[in-house]
C-alpha cells in the first residue's frame, strides 16, 4: 500500500524535470494524478511513462485552466492533492529586464500559480494539500535573476497568507524550495550540460553533489501525505545546504 492511495492529484509543468518526477512518485504511492504541460508531445510521453492523465494547459491562460479543472470534475469530481509547479526560469542582469521578460515570469509563475489554486478550489476536498514550487533564490541574491527571484518570494508569500485563507477547511498549503537540481530548465538558465552542473554541485553545495528531480519529489510525496498532517505554512528546502550554511 502507497501513501497515497485512493487520492487524487494535479501536478502542472509535469511534462519533465521536477513535475515529471514528482508526477511518478505520487503515482507510485498510489495516487490517480493528472499532469498539465503546454507541449502535447512531451506531456503525453510523460504520461504513458508514468501512467497519469494529460491535460494540456497553459496555466498563464484561465480558458485552459477552465477546461483543466472541468476535465478533472467530470472524471474524477475531486482533487486531494495540487503540486502547482508550473513556472519558467530565465536569466536577465536588471540593465537587461523588458516588460516582456518580466510578464512572461509573472503570468506564468505568479498568475498561473494563483488561479490554479483558486479555480482548484471547489474540487479540493477538505483537508487537502496544496504545494508550490519556489526556490533557494527568493532567499538568495543571485546576479542576474531578479524577475524571477521576485516571482518566487512571492510564491513563499502565498503559502503563508493562503493557510490562513484556507485554515477554515484544513487545508494544508507549503512550499518546497529547491536548490541546484538538475533538469533542462536549470541547464538552460546556467547555460551548462549536466556535468557542468555536476562540478557546480561539488563546489557549491555542502553536501556536495547537485540534486536530482526524484529528490523535491520526495518532498513532495511527504507534503502531500497525511504524515506532514501537522505542517501548514512552511517552507521546506531541499537544497543540500546550499542557502542554509
Not at 16 to 22: E, K, Q, S, T, V
Not at 140 to 166: C, E, H, I, N, P
Request: hydrophobic share 45%; glycine share 10%; net charge neutral.
Amino acid at each position: 500500500m502507497g501513501k497515497l492511495d485512493g487520492k487524487i492529484a494535479l501536478v502542472t509543468g509535469a511534462s519533465a524535470g521536477i513535475g515529471r518526477a514528482a508526477a511518478a512518485r505520487l503515482t507510485a504511492e498510489g495516487a490517480h494524478v493528472f499532469i498539465t504541460g503546454r507541449r502535447a508531445p512531451e506531456l503525453d510521453g510523460a504520461a504513458r511513462e508514468i501512467g497519469a492523465t494529460p491535460v494540456v494547459a497553459d496555466v498563464a491562460k484561465l480558458a485552459d485552466l477552465d477546461r483543466l479543472f472541468s476535465t478533472i470534475r467530470d472524471s474524477r469530481g475531486r482533487l486531494d492533492i495540487v503540486f502547482a509547479n508550473a513556472g519558467i526560469a530565465e536569466g536577465a542582469s536588471l540593465a537587461e529586464v523588458t516588460e516582456d521578460h518580466f510578464d512572461r515570469h509573472f503570468d506564468i509563475n505568479v498568475k498561473g500559480a494563483l488561479f490554479t489554486v483558486q479555480k482548484a478550489l471547489p474540487l479540493l476536498v477538505n483537508g487537502a494539500s496544496i504545494i508550490l514550487t519556489s526556490s533557494v533564490v527568493a532567499s538568495k541574491g543571485f546576479a542576474a535573476r531578479s524577475v524571477y527571484s521576485a516571482t518566487k518570494a512571492a510564491l513563499r508569500s502565498f503559502a503563508r497568507t493562503w493557510t490562513t485563507d484556507l485554515a477554515p477547511r484544513g487545508i494544508r498549503v507549503n512550499v518546497v524550495s529547491p536548490g541546484l537540481i538538475d533538469t533542462p530548465g536549470l541547464q538552460e538558465l546556467q547555460r551548462a550540460d549536466s556535468e557542468a552542473l555536476a562540478q557546480a554541485g561539488r563546489q557549491r553545495v555542502p553536501l556536495g553533489r547537485i540534486g536530482t528531480p526524484d529528490d523535491i519529489a520526495k518532498v513532495v510525496a511527504f507534503l502531500a501525505s497525511d504524515d506532514a498532517s501537522y505542517i501548514a505554512g512552511s517552507e521546506v528546502f531541499a537544497d543540500g545546504g546550499l542557502a542554509q550554511v
